[in-house]
């Protein structure tokens, strides 16, 4: 087994780390006081690739693989989990339904100003009454002639009101209690389409989450994305892919915990000596870097075996759940080393806090995650 990363893996670590360092740290805190979405940022990482990483050239995309993707949303979200969340939620939600269902005329069309980083993408599948039940979808979508009329909201969804291209979810069939779910691509100027509410959030404050709203919003009936009623089957191999994403993000902001902590243990001193000498905060850096290690083991296995074919359902959900909880516990420790130093803005120790919380709830609780990791282990379905 060889664990080493390859030239070209390091490679993009190190493009990533200099553009997050040199651009990204000098700002991160200011635009999240502010609330300012990282306009310009953005912009420079599409300039770099770093919109499209693992989708082909051929489709506007940079040309790498799922790996490289990991690495990139780790390494953005060691600086500003913010900045990691726009670019993960567009490559895997945005882009990616489109890979994999689209026809050529779509990919064409919609795929190539994404994975280019042209425009940015945006996936609307939770509504204020559907969340991790997919089934309680209410959003309808229903035929007219050669458009789709589509009625309904969808709540909570990344890049709301930046995005260019929207991914949205909607009940085809029958009653929206009984229809099936298909998936379609939404225009952001297509009339009858408009922004809601955006929510202000516990982290990710340079971020936009926001409402998605729907009236006889009218799409031309070749924005069917795949076959119809077959959304449900789409959004589920999208989500695994984009917990992979997720899990790098969680990853990145442990990461950057993690260096916080050592670096404050080695400085502070309390009673002569510096607070790292201590046992009880020296374990607490031993087992965060022992989690982090392990959690990084567990994301680029999943990414190993979606790069390779193979399935990765199952290691795409462990690899979310761990590591989101290991962020969560490495950014809760990190606070804790810092003391009140930790409680307070001036160290961004209480923001990676606040921004890895967002890794357990979002594209599957941890407790959804136990559920598919259950189902897939038993072959029988976990309530």
Not at 51 to 73: C, F, N, Q, S, W
Not at 75 to 103: D, F, K, M, Q, W
Not at 233 to 262: C, P, S, W
Not at 291 to 317: H, M, N, P
Request: hydrophobic share 40%; charged share 25%; glycine share 10%.
């Amino acid at each position: 087994m060889d664990f080493a990363p390859s030239p070209q893996h390091e490679e993009i670590r190190r493009t990533v780390r200099d553009f997050a360092e040199r651009r990204i740290a000098p700002v991160a805190d200011e635009l999240e006081r502010q609330g300012s979405f990282p306009t310009e940022i953005i912009r420079e990482a599409a300039a770099l690739g770093l919109l499209g990483v693992p989708y082909p050239e051929e489709v506007g995309g940079t040309g790498l693989d799922a790996l490289a993707y990991a690495i990139t949303i780790e390494e953005l979200a060691r600086v500003s989990g913010s900045v990691a969340i726009i670019v993960s939620a567009h490559t895997s939600l945005g882009c990616n339904p489109i890979y994999l269902a689209g026809t050529d005329a779509q990919k064409e069309r919609y795929l190539r100003p994404l994975a280019s980083g042209q425009k940015l993408g945006a996936y609307g599948l939770t509504e204020p009454g559907a969340g991790s039940d997919s089934r309680g979808t209410r959003t309808t979508a229903k035929r007219d002639g050669d458009c789709w009329i589509l009625n309904g909201s969808k709540r909570f969804i990344t890049n709301a009101g930046v995005a260019g291209i929207y991914i949205v979810t909607a009940v085809t069939e029958k009653s929206a209690a009984q229809g099936k779910i298909s998936a379609f691509i939404v225009e952001a100027d297509t009339p009858g389409f408009s922004i809601g509410r955006m929510e202000e959030k516990m982290g990710l404050h340079a971020s936009n989450t926001g409402e998605l709203l729907f009236n006889d919003c009218r799409i031309p009936v070749e924005n069917l994305l795949g076959e119809e009623g077959e959304g449900d089957k789409l959004f589920l191999k999208t989500l695994d892919g984009g917990r992979i994403g997720i899990g790098a993000m969680a990853l990145g902001l442990a990461q950057a915990a993690y260096e916080a902590a050592v670096r404050y243990s080695r400085e502070r001193e309390q009673f002569g000596r510096p607070i790292g000498s201590f046992q009880g905060v020296a374990f607490m850096v031993a087992d965060m870097a022992t989690e982090i290690d392990a959690a990084r083991l567990l994301v680029y296995r999943a990414a190993w075996r979606k790069d390779r074919g193979l399935a990765y359902s199952t290691e795409a959900a462990m690899a979310k759940l761990f590591a989101s909880e290991v962020s969560q516990r490495a950014t809760n420790n990190a606070v804790q080393i810092h003391g009140g130093y930790g409680y307070i803005t001036e160290y961004q120790v209480e923001r990676y806090l606040r921004d890895a919380k967002l890794t357990e709830i979002g594209e599957g609780t941890s407790q959804i995650q136990r559920m598919v990791i259950a189902r897939n282990l038993l072959g029988l379905r976990s309530f």
